[in-house]
């Protein structure tokens, strides 16, 4: 498992505490809400969909400007891309709106360009923007990853980072894939 070393620490952390109190047969109902101006999230957010459904789960990928009802969501999985240094304001501003989602297991992640500037970029965009997007996050931050963004030509590299990490982090928050999960736009 590839994880950042931020991640690693969260996903440290919650492994455990996963591990205690999770119940055998649990199920997990996965959603995917993203924000995106120019297409890369979504195209990211579209791939985990796929990516999870493959391996038998059902989660649709919802853009937040649709206002989606997270009511049925177990583990919510949020993306944002960075523009002048923040994380879009319409993601953070649903998270907000959604009373953080307490009680919720929640991974998100954050498309950024700071990315392609080696380890110094790498870790500012770890530090910073993982930061800002999980500051209103009241639930249970079990995962978190920067992926490399793109402007013009898709960046395939990402696409399939993005969905190794989805399955794991699908299985770390635990259970088998199955109920439906439909954030009701
Ligand atoms: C106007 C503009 C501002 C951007 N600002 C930043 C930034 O501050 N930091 C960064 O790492 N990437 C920045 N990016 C790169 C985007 O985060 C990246 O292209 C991302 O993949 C866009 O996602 P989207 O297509 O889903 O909107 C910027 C891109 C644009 C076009």
């Not at 990490?165 to 109920?179: F, M, R, S, T």
Request: aromatic letters at 8%; a positive charge; proline letters at 4%.
């Amino acid at each position: 498992m590839d994880f950042s070393r931020t991640d690693l620490r969260v996903s440290r952390e919650k492994l455990i505490r996963l591990q205690t109190d999770r119940s055998v047969g649990d199920m997990v109902r996965v959603c995917i809400l993203y924000g995106s101006r120019r297409g890369a999230t979504r195209t990211v957010a579209q791939a985990i969909e796929r990516a999870l459904r493959k391996k038998g789960y059902n989660p649709r990928a919802v853009e937040v400007k649709q206002k989606p009802d997270v009511a049925d969501c177990d583990l919510v999985i949020v993306g944002a891309p960075v523009y002048y240094e923040r994380p879009l304001p319409e993601v953070l501003r649903f998270i907000e709106e959604q009373g953080g989602l307490a009680g919720k297991k929640v991974t998100v992640f954050i498309l950024a360009m700071a990315q392609k500037f080696g380890k110094h970029g790498r870790e500012y965009a770890e530090r910073r923007y993982l930061r800002l997007i999980m500051e209103p996050i009241k639930g249970d931050v079990i995962s978190s990853r920067v992926f490399e963004g793109w402007l013009f030509r898709k960046n395939e590299t990402t696409i399939k980072e993005a969905q190794t990490w989805a399955e794991e982090v699908v299985k770390l928050a635990g259970g088998e894939p199955d109920e439906l999960c439909r954030p009701r736009g």
